[in-house]
Every structure is written in C-alpha cells, then in structure tokens.
C-alpha cells in the first residue's frame, strides 16, 4: 500500500546502523507533524537504506516535506507493530515526477505521436433495456 502525506519535518532521531547476514544496513527515523481536522497529528516514519538516511540529511528540522511511504505491519511475541517505511521524500508542494510514457514510433518510420483515443465512458457502451442478469 503506497501513501503519501505531507507536513513539517519536527525531529530526526538518530541514525542506527549494523550487519546482518544479508550485509550493512542503516536505518532513521523521524516525526512528521501534519494537519488531522482542526488539529495537528504526529506520526514516526523510517528511512531504510543508507540512501533513503542520505536523502533524509537534506532537510533541516522545521522544513515542510512530502514522504511517500508504504504502511507495513508484523507480529512479535503476540504484539502487533506498524512501520511507515518512506520511499521517497520531496520538498511540500512539489509534484511528483510523472511516470514516463511509452512512446512507438509511427508506422512510417516518423517519431512523431501517434493519435490516442479517449478512455471510453459509460455512454460509449452498449445499453440494453433487458437486462438479463444471471443474479
């Protein structure tokens, strides 16, 4: 599940590091407060990797950010814990990079666009008043 949410950037908690069987991993976490209703909410996210900690080192405490993040849940003795794991961070208010199109060229060997027709709607399909619905 891929999420996102915006708000200022509170705390940074410090950076853990270590080696596991698979090799060195790093990991910190931070507080982002952000609007909820006419209130304010905080939530504790996590920066896996030592390029997402590296990217995190770009923003400063009180500096309003958007985390992109994926909500991941796992069992231990009994208890359940959530983790709000980024996977990319970017200044507030910035849009997010457009996913690039796949572009064919034209069957005469030209680069230029191809007609795309509209996505059909609900009046492009066939009515028929008899419904014979299986149900």
């Known amino acids: 599940m891929a999420l996102e949410l915006e708000g200022t950037l509170r705390q940074k908690l410090g950076v853990q590091s270590g080696t596991s069987a698979r090799g060195p991993w790093a990991k910190q976490e931070f507080i982002l407060e952000f609007p909820d209703g006419n209130f304010t909410a905080q939530a504790c996210f996590t920066a896996w ?41 970017a200044p507030a208010g910035a849009a997010a990079p457009a996913p690039a199109s796949p572009s064919f060229p034209a069957a005469n060997g030209n680069s ?24």
């Open 49 to 89: 990797g030592q390029d997402k900690v590296t990217e995190l080192d770009k923003y400063q405490v009180g500096d309003k950010i958007k985390v992109s993040f994926n909500l991941k849940a796992r069992e231990y003795n009994g208890r359940w814990y959530n983790d709000l794991q980024i996977w990319r961070l």
């Open 112 to 135: 230029a666009p191809a007609y795309e027709a509209p996505a059909p709607t609900l009046d492009d399909m066939p009515g028929d008043e008899a419904e014979d619905l299986p149900f």
